[in-house]
T-cell receptor, first 113, second 115 residues
Framework: TQLLEQSPQFLSIQEGENLTVYCNSS?????LQWYRQEPGEGPVLLVT?????EVKKLKRLTFQFGDARKDSSLHITAAQPGDTGLYLC?????????????FGKGTRLSVIA | GEEVAQTPKHLVRGEGQKAKLYCAPI?????VFWYQQVLKNEFKFLIS????????ETGMPKERFSAKCLPNSPCSLEIQATKLEDSAVYFC?????????????FGSGTRLTVV
């Protein structure tokens, strides 16, 4: 079973601070996705990273896929209250090519104005 | 439509009663996935369909859970004889592929409360 560990589980910061969320596994993934979920809604895709070492930027969000394709990070610069939500990483595995996405347990971010 | 529609939004059942949840995937999406989110965080995969065929059911509790995706009807997830631990938000998602780079499109979920 492929597992994704996210850390920290909870994060509360002041507006304007920077933060990094981590997603780690002992398994190799063919790709990894980051979603954000707001209360009462389903997760919404932020980015997909595919190549080991890949870095993608989405405004103030920077996503990195580890060289070995086992881990990923999400860095937010100058966090704003609108960034508040649950951040989930989800991996697509190599083994059993049609297995569904495996989700981490999420990082619940609260940005205080 | 361009969104995954889940109904009802909330469902309350007494322990032992049946619960039935519905999901209308995005038109043109061949794959439907059901996930259970407990404690507002952890997503547990239940079952997936490719059109009306079960694609992967490795996450389904066999005894009380069943699901269907029939042509020209919303997909459904049914729980017979609900238990307190079934209380969770159940999400349906659809996609054109099993592991699309464009991600899954999720519905807003059905919150099941078993009392």
């Amino acid at each position: 079973t492929q597992l994704l560990e996210q850390s920290p589980q909870f994060l509360s910061i002041q507006e304007g601070e920077n933060l990094t969320v981590y997603c780690n596994s002992s398994s190799v993934f063919s790709s990894l996705q980051w979603y954000r979920q707001e209360p009462g809604e389903g997760p919404v895709l932020l980015v997909t990273v595919v190549t080991g070492g890949e870095v993608k930027k989405l405004k103030r969000l920077t996503f990195q896929f580890g060289d070995a394709r086992k881990d990923s990070s999400l860095h937010i610069t100058a966090a704003q209250p609108g960034d508040t939500g649950l951040y989930l990483c989800a991996g697509a595995g190599w083994v059993g090519g049609n297995t569904p996405l495996v989700f981490g347990k999420g990082t619940r971010l609260s940005v205080i104005a | 439509g361009e969104e995954v529609a889940q109904t009802p939004k909330h469902l309350v059942r007494g322990e032992g009663q049946k619960a039935k949840l519905y999901c209308a995937p995005i038109k043109g999406h061949s794959y439907v996935f059901w996930y259970q989110q407990v404690l507002k965080n952890e997503f547990k995969f239940l079952i997936s369909f490719q059109n009306e065929n079960v694609f992967d059911e490795t996450g389904m509790p066999k005894e009380r859970f069943s699901a269907k995706c029939l042509p020209n009807s919303p997909c459904s997830l049914e729980i017979q004889a609900t238990k307190l631990e079934d209380s969770a938000v159940y999400f349906c998602a659809s996609s054109q592929r099993t592991r699309p780079r464009g991600g899954y499109t999720f519905g807003s979920g059905t919150r099941l409360t078993v009392v």
